[in-house]
């Protein structure tokens, strides 16, 4: 499992800018990141190199943050395979509550992050079928 930090913000102009300056100003790397906004407010979800650090530094600069543990699952970066491994999951009763993804040119693979119920359930299912979990120190150094 990997940590996704979770920033609650408004959604309004100049706000990114805000939040993605506290981690670059940090030295904290975005490997991916992902907003769900309903009205005013939005929910950043960031997935980067050091989540401790960006975690500290959110709060240090008085933003609301949390830390999620979150399934990060290796897959091909081909057509289909993101079909697949839903398949599998749904044949389970596993239910994809957040996903999102992003794709490692060097690996030649496409990372997906997922919020699950049960993510030791659906980690040993996506297992038992071949998947690769990406735990965080490989993604953290991706």
């Known amino acids: ?75 091909a970066n081909k057509s289909g395979s993101l079909h697949h491994m839903l398949s599998i999951l749904r044949k389970d009763d596993i239910n994809v509550e957040d996903c999102y993804g992003f794709v490692v040119e060097s690996e030649k693979k496409a990372i997906i992050v997922m919020e699950v119920a049960d993510s030791t359930a659906a980690g040993k299912i996506l297992e038992r079928h071949g998947y690769r979990l990406i735990g965080s120190s490989e993604l953290y150094s991706l």
């Open 1 to 75: 499992m990997v940590k996704q930090l979770n920033v609650f913000s408004e959604n309004r102009p100049g706000k990114l800018e805000k939040i993605t300056g506290v981690l670059a100003d940090a030295n904290v790397n975005i490997m991916a990141m992902k907003i769900s906004s309903e009205d005013e407010y939005g929910v950043f979800q960031f997935i980067v190199d050091d989540p401790e650090k960006g975690f500290r530094a959110f709060k240090q600069a008085g933003i609301t943050v949390s830390l999620k543990e979150v399934l990060a699952v290796g897959v």
